[in-house]
């Protein structure tokens, strides 16, 4: 088991499964939920596009070496895009399963 040290430096068992949260902070827990959420979407999105050939160089006249290195950023500004925009849904399902298991413990 962990332990902490509070600054009397006595030790004090640590749950590391699931710390009990004060009341307050439910709102900002569910906040970071859904910000994971939708990152998570986003990067789902993001390797979804790059499959669909988004951000590959051209074979004409493209944006060269530049191009290259910086078609991942818009790769993923894209996809987040998407996520503002409503997304697939998949960060809704992703939050509530997260809540949901945040509510069981």
Excluded: Y
């Amino acid at each position: 088991m962990l332990r902490k040290i509070d600054r009397n430096l006595r030790t004090q068992p640590v749950d590391t499964v699931r710390p009990a949260l004060p009341a307050h902070t439910s709102n900002s827990l569910d906040q970071s939920l859904r910000q994971a959420a939708q990152k998570l979407e986003a990067s789902f999105l993001a390797e979804m596009l790059k499959g669909a050939g988004l951000g590959s160089s051209r074979e004409g006249f493209g944006g060269g070496p530049g191009e290259d290195q910086f078609s991942s950023f818009l790769v993923e500004e894209h996809a987040m895009a998407m996520v503002r925009a409503g997304g697939i849904g998949l960060s809704e399902s992703i939050f509530e399963a997260l809540k949901e298991r945040d509510n069981d413990g």
